[in-house]
Structures are given as structure tokens and as C-alpha cells.
């Protein structure tokens, strides 16, 4: 049975800080949360209730000005300006890339925000009071198709880890056919994802081990991190591997393939 009280550990703030070191590289990453609501109450009831665009036009006002005068200057002074990832705490909206988690600049940040919190209510996913931005992993241009609007296909891995037995539990394909195809909704995207069904498939199953055994190695320096996690590598054109994400496995795609013993 999963522990409700765990949901928290989702939240991009509390699991990043504690793997950043971990060995395996990740993207350079700003993130923060909103302002507390205990010290600026008024400030933050407005500032989430902009986030679901209530009034339009006033709602983005507000946004924007929290972000210019608050965010903004800390990503420049990151130079973390160019090509960049958004999020909030726990989802990206990444199924419709292109204006929302993938940005070209910050002139649009505010509504990539607006966006991403939005679509997260709409499925029911938390995280809105944290924004996330990273430097966009780059792909050659031309070279690497795109689905989900915008969104470069690269061969990913979803490595389970128990941090209870120090130990990898295994590893799944991100970009399992069976899983993913059916749930294709665009014509576009059928297309690109069965053209490179084998390309994704080859470089699943000849690194699969050398990734389980990187995640392996880099996870036993972590502390803070209690029970089975997933742990997410992307593997970009020159073959680098980064991580890319984490989730308590009892809320990860592809827990259901887990060996025996494991509960949900």
C-alpha cells in the first residue's frame, strides 16, 4: 500500500538537490518555489489563483511581474537565457512541447507557466507552487525527428531503484511500443514513433546494462532518499547520458512490471 504522506517527495525541490552530485551529469537547472504564503498571504492567494486564468488579461499580468521581478534576474544571472526546459514541481506538459516546456528564450516564460499549471489541474498533477527551468538538451538540428509537438525522440531509460537495499530493481524502456503507441493520439506522431521504433528499440537493449549499473553506482552516494524510486536517463545523439527526472516508483509508468515482492 502506497503512504500518502510521501507524495511530497515528488516535488522537484526535494529530491534534486539531494542527487545534483550524484555523478551523473544533469542539465544546468534553476528552480524555486513561490513566495511562503505565511509571509506574503494576500501575494500568493493572487499569484495561484493567476495561475488558472480566471481574468485573462489581469492573470497574466500577474504572473509575468512576479517572474520579471522575481525569477527572471536569477536566470540571467545563470545565463540560463537560450534554449530552456520548463516545468513546475512535478509535471511538464511536455505532450505538447512546443510553448510550454520548450522555450526559446523567457519572453514566454509567463505563459508556458500559466499553461503547464493549467494542463496539471486538468489531469490532476500537483506542483504548482514550483518553477523549474533547465537548459534544454540539445539535439543536431534537422537530425533528430520530434513527436508531442516539438519534443526530440531520444532513446530513454526508466531505471527503478531501491534505496532501502541499495539496489536497482530494473530497467524499462521509456519509450516501450505497446505502452506509448496506442496512446498516440497525433497522425504525425504515429508516423515519426513507428519510423523509429527500431532505432530506440537497438539503443534500449544494447545500453540497458550500462545504464542500470551507472544509476546503480551513482545512487549509493545519495542520502535523503528512502524507498523505490525511478530514476530517468535520457541518452542524446553523442551517446552522453543525463538525468533527467525522478519519482517515487509507486507513481511511476512501468511499476507494474515490477518483479515479485514488490508492492504497489
Given at each position: 500500500m502506497f503512504d500518502y504522506t510521501r507524495e511530497h517527495e515528488n516535488d522537484f525541490s526535494f529530491w534534486y538537490p539531494k542527487i545534483k552530485d550524484c555523478g551523473i551529469p544533469t542539465p544546468l537547472t534553476f528552480y524555486t518555489k513561490l513566495p511562503s504564503?505565511?509571509?506574503?498571504?494576500?501575494?500568493?492567494?493572487?499569484?495561484?489563483?493567476?495561475?488558472?486564468?480566471?481574468?485573462?488579461?489581469?492573470?497574466?499580468?500577474?504572473?509575468?511581474?512576479?517572474?520579471?521581478?522575481?525569477?527572471?534576474?536569477?536566470?540571467?544571472?545563470?545565463?540560463?537565457?537560450?534554449?530552456?526546459?520548463?516545468?513546475?514541481?512535478?509535471?511538464?506538459?511536455?505532450?505538447?512541447?512546443?510553448?510550454?516546456?520548450?522555450?526559446?528564450?523567457?519572453?514566454?516564460?509567463?505563459?508556458?507557466?500559466?499553461?503547464?499549471?493549467?494542463?496539471?489541474?486538468?489531469?490532476?498533477?500537483?506542483?504548482?507552487?514550483?518553477?523549474?527551468?533547465?537548459?534544454?538538451?540539445?539535439?543536431?538540428?534537422?537530425?533528430?525527428p520530434c513527436i508531442y509537438n516539438g519534443l526530440p525522440l531520444r532513446p530513454e531509460f526508466r531505471v527503478f531503484y531501491d534505496f532501502d537495499t541499495r539496489k536497482p530493481i530494473f530497467t524499462a524502456n521509456y519509450w516501450d511500443y505497446d505502452y506509448v503507441y496506442p496512446h498516440l493520439h497525433d497522425a504525425t506522431d504515429k508516423i515519426v514513433f513507428e519510423h523509429e521504433r527500431e532505432r530506440i528499440e537497438g539503443a534500449f537493449k544494447s545500453e540497458k546494462d550500462r545504464v542500470q549499473a551507472m544509476v546503480e553506482t551513482a545512487m549509493k552516494r545519495v542520502t535523503g532518499l528512502a524507498g523505490q524510486w525511478s530514476v530517468d536517463i535520457l541518452m542524446d545523439e553523442g551517446d552522453n547520458l543525463w538525468l533527467i527526472d525522478m519519482a517515487i516508483a509507486q507513481r511511476s509508468a512501468y511499476w507494474e512490471k515490477r518483479p515479485e515482492g514488490y508492492a504497489e
Open positions: 504564503a505565511e509571509e506574503e498571504p494576500e501575494y500568493v492567494k493572487r499569484l495561484y489563483e493567476a495561475f488558472y486564468m480566471e481574468h485573462p488579461k489581469e492573470d497574466e499580468e500577474t504572473v509575468k511581474a512576479y517572474l520579471e521581478e522575481r525569477v527572471i534576474p536569477k536566470l540571467k544571472e545563470m545565463k540560463l537565457t537560450g534554449h530552456v526546459f520548463v516545468k513546475n514541481g512535478r509535471f511538464s506538459n511536455k505532450f505538447n512541447a512546443n510553448g510550454t516546456c520548450n522555450l526559446y528564450g523567457l519572453h514566454e516564460l509567463y505563459r508556458a507557466i500559466i499553461l503547464i499549471n493549467y494542463e496539471a489541474m486538468c489531469c490532476g498533477a500537483e506542483g504548482a507552487d514550483e518553477i523549474v527551468v533547465r537548459k534544454f538538451i540539445e539535439s543536431p538540428h534537422g537530425t533528430t
